[in-house]
């Protein structure tokens, strides 16, 4: 959105000032306040049917600091913690970065700055009487130092310059990772049924163990033979079941916490884009006033109504998309679908330190995927080695030659595979960690870029938007960087334990 720039006000100051100068009239109108009769350099008049007063003596009288900034041609007055700013020309003031219409533009007399009187009642609270009979403007302090002034803008004031999340939130829980972990393991049907399946293999390979007396070094009787290599796949689906229920709940943390952190980046997704609205709503209503009062066209509000309905869009779907969040994690953990709360563990930013080479070989030293299948291997080596060449109808030696090759490949396969799921999440974290430091970097400007704003607002040098906007950048920034810091934490499993992603489990849980 243009600001009310030196630029765009000073363009529009000749053409008003002329204006207003032709339909003036000079007269000897008196200026009366708290009693005492004023004398002006300037005396006050009427154009366009308003009476305008020295801007200066007037305020003064009433307890008002006044600056004139000859470049700018801007006047700022202040009073207690009230800050009136004006340009001469135009029809706009500003009151603590409020805008204010006026009923006619200012302009300047005999190097005096002239204000509509009315504008005396809407910015120090004074009482004011005009008397057209006697010429006499009356002017007195009010106990209560406040009046509303009947051509006030009738909009909704704008509010002060903060940016606090104005969504509506419905939590009526609260939630840890701990806790959702727990629920999660609780509630998941895929514990239950790994559980009995090891329950199922014990009892299976129990009652196949029966007959095994010895273990054979090299194939002999058949049935026997046969026998021990039944034993042995057995005892491998249950060792097997025991190692898949521990990667289960290893992915049940995996899942969880991925579901966790989307969640907080959801929220985050929900607050900048109803504070997005915000912004836009204010911009809408600057437009609004600029058109009301000739500086711009339709064109800028009409664009300005498309931005406040394209963020509208985009806070609907960032709150849908925070239901869906909200759904698929209460999915997991057991809870119903309606059901919110706020989420206790918000990731710490830490730099990422490891070795991923030491990293690379604990996880294929300790990886449940390979585990298995090296077991397969060692399978397929006994069942070469035990391999009867005198029974017939048996698979041809070579294809289980060929076994064994393949069970090899597959583990070979395995080992790349995780390796390089680890490298893979170490390379994304130092790049989110890249990309941590350069929001860093930015917002040190843009925290410095708002207090520097707030600092003209107080003053009355910035508007209430220009702090918003700032405050905005460093709110959007700093949100940012909490959406980095939970995808480095959800990365931080994967590279630990790069089997809980389904690439890596899918290849464990094969029996």
Do not use: C, H
């Amino acid at each position: 959105m243009k600001r009310f720039g030196v630029a765009l006000l000073s363009t529009l100051v000749l053409t008003s000032v002329f204006a207003n100068l032709a339909g003036a009239q000079s007269g000897d109108i008196k200026v009366i306040i708290n009693g005492v009769t004023q004398q002006y350099t300037q005396s006050p008049i009427v154009s366009q049917n308003t009476t305008l007063v020295p801007l200066r003596g007037v305020f003064e009288s009433l307890g008002a600091q006044v600056e004139w900034d000859s470049k700018a041609k801007k006047v700022t007055a202040s009073k207690n913690d009230d800050t009136l700013t004006l340009n001469i020309g135009s029809k706009l003031a500003y009151k603590n970065s409020n805008p204010v219409q006026l009923d006619a533009a200012t302009q300047i007399q005999k190097g005096q700055v002239l204000v509509p009187l009315r504008f005396v009642s809407q910015s120090l609270g004074a009482k004011v009487n005009w008397d057209q009979a006697t010429r006499t403007v009356t002017i007195s302090n009010q106990a209560n130092g406040s009046t509303t002034a009947p051509n006030s803008l009738s909009s909704k004031p704008l509010t002060a310059p903060v940016t606090k999340v104005t969504y509506d939130t419905y939590y009526n829980d609260s939630l840890t990772y701990e806790d959702a972990v727990k629920l999660a393991i609780a509630d998941s049907t895929s514990i239950k049924t790994v559980e009995t399946s090891i329950d199922q293999a014990g009892k299976i390979m129990k009652e196949a163990g029966k007959n095994i007396d010895f273990v054979p070094a090299e194939a002999g009787v058949e049935a026997q033979d046969k026998a021990f290599k039944g034993y042995a796949q057995t005892n491998l689906n249950y060792e097997a079941a025991k190692k898949n229920l521990e990667m289960t709940k290893e992915g049940i943390e995996y899942n969880v916490k991925d579901l966790y952190n989307k969640l907080l980046q959801k929220q985050n997704a929900v607050k900048l884009a109803a504070l997005n609205i915000e912004d836009a709503e204010r911009k809408l209503k600057v437009a609004q006033i600029k058109r009301d009062n000739q500086m711009s066209s339709d064109y800028e509000v009409t664009q300005a109504t498309n931005l406040v309905t394209q963020n509208q869009a985009a806070l609907d779907k960032a709150k849908k998309d925070l239901d869906s969040a909200f759904l698929a994690l209460n999915q997991l953990i057991g809870y119903k679908p309606e059901q919110r709360y706020e989420l206790k563990d918000k990731p710490v930013y830490s730099e990422f330190k490891s070795n991923v080479e030491t990293t690379v070989s604990q996880v294929l030293t300790s990886s449940t995927a390979i585990w298995l299948s090296e077991q397969k291997v060692d399978l397929a080596e006994l069942s070469l080695k035990l391999y009867n060449f005198s029974s017939p109808g048996n698979t041809p030696y070579e294809a289980e030659q060929l076994n064994v090759e393949k069970a090899q490949l597959a583990t070979e396969g395995t080992k790349r595979q995780l390796e390089e799921l680890v490298r893979s999440a170490y390379n994304s974290i130092k790049g989110l960690e890249s990309q941590y430091s350069q929001i860093q970097a930015s917002l040190v400007s843009a925290r410095s870029a708002a207090d520097m704003a707030k600092k003209q607002f107080d003053v009355g040098l910035a508007t209430e938007l220009q702090v918003y906007e700032a405050n905005l950048k460093v709110t959007t920034a700093e949100q940012q960087a909490e959406d980095i810091v939970t995808s480095i934490d959800t990365l931080k499993m994967a590279y630990e334990k790069p089997w809980v992603l389904q690439g890596a489990a899918s290849g464990a849980s094969a029996q």
